[in-house]
C-alpha cells in the first residue's frame, strides 16, 4: 500500500528550529516527487516546494524560499521540511503530497498529487 | 500565475447542482486540477487537466475549461460531498492553488 507517513504534532517557541518528517512507504521514493503544502489555521492551501529525492533537486515557492529547507533521506525513503528560526506565523497544518505525472492516451501531460500524508500541526507560541 | 476561485463559501440543498469556478491570470491550457478536503482530512483530487475524472471518483462530479476559465461541477449534491474544493494549477513548476470554496448544506 501506497502510504506517506508524517511525524507528530510539534510545539515550539518563537526562533527555534524544527525538522518534521514524511515517511513514504509502497513505492520508489527516487522515482517521485514529494511536495510540501501548508495550511494555517482557517486558511486555504499553499503549496510550499518540491523535491525529486534522486538527485535532491528542489524547487520552491518563491514566498517560502529562504524561509524553510526541504530535504530528503534516500536510505529511509524519507522527505523532511525544516526551519532555523520559527515565527509564529509558521504555526499551521503541514501536509505532504507525492506528486504523479505521465502521459495520458492523448499524449498530454498529467500532474497533480495524488497521495498525501496524514499532516503535522506545527504550533509557535512563547 | 494568480489562480482566483469563486465563491468563497456556497449554501445549498442535497439534489442541487453546484457550480465553482477558477480564473489563471495566464493562459495554463488545461494543467488545472481540483481537490475536495473533508474537514479534519487531507485533500484528495477529484479531476485533472481540467476535465479528467480520477478513478474511483464518482460521476457527478465534473470540471471543464482550458486557458484561463475553468468549471467544477457537482450535479446532484450528496450529504457526504459537504467540504472545500480547491482548484490548483500544474504547469510547472509553481502549484499555486486556488483560495478554496466552503460547501455547505441548507
Known amino acids: 500500500e501506497v502510504q506517506l507517513e508524517q511525524s507528530g504534532a510539534e510545539v515550539r517557541k518563537p526562533g527555534e528550529s524544527l525538522k518534521i518528517s514524511c515517511k513514504t512507504s509502497?513505492?520508489?521514493?527516487?522515482?517521485?516527487?514529494i511536495a510540501w503544502v501548508r495550511q494555517q489555521p482557517g486558511k486555504g492551501l499553499e503549496w510550499m516546494g518540491i523535491?525529486?529525492?534522486?538527485?535532491?533537486?528542489?524547487t520552491y515557492n518563491p514566498s517560502f524560499q529562504g524561509q524553510v529547507t526541504i530535504s530528503a533521506d534516500k536510505s529511509t525513503s524519507t522527505a523532511f521540511l525544516q526551519w532555523s528560526s520559527l515565527r509564529a506565523s509558521d504555526t499551521a497544518l503541514y501536509y505532504c503530497?507525492?506528486?504523479?505525472?505521465?502521459?495520458?492516451?492523448?499524449?498530454?501531460?498529467?500532474?497533480?498529487?495524488?497521495?498525501w500524508g496524514q499532516g503535522t500541526m506545527v504550533t509557535v507560541s512563547s | 500565475i494568480q489562480m482566483t476561485q469563486s465563491p468563497s463559501s456556497l449554501s445549498t440543498f442535497v439534489g442541487d447542482r453546484v457550480t465553482i469556478t477558477c480564473q489563471a491570470s495566464q493562459d495554463i491550457r488545461h494543467y488545472l486540477n481540483w481537490y475536495q478536503q473533508k474537514p479534519g482530512k487531507a485533500p484528495k483530487v477529484l479531476i485533472y487537466n481540467a476535465s479528467n475524472l480520477e478513478t474511483g471518483v464518482p460521476s457527478r462530479f465534473s470540471g471543464s475549461g482550458s486557458g484561463t476559465d475553468f468549471t467544477f461541477t457537482i450535479s446532484n449534491l450528496q450529504p457526504e460531498d459537504i467540504a472545500t474544493y480547491y482548484c490548483q494549477k500544474s504547469d510547472n513548476p509553481m502549484y499555486t492553488f486556488g483560495q478554496g470554496t466552503k460547501l455547505e448544506i441548507k
Open positions: 523535491i525529486y529525492p534522486s538527485d535532491s533537486y528542489t
Open positions: 503530497a507525492r506528486r504523479i505525472y505521465f502521459d495520458d492516451v492523448n499524449g498530454n501531460l498529467v500532474d497533480f498529487f495524488d497521495i
Open positions: 509502497g513505492f520508489k521514493f527516487n522515482n517521485y516527487w
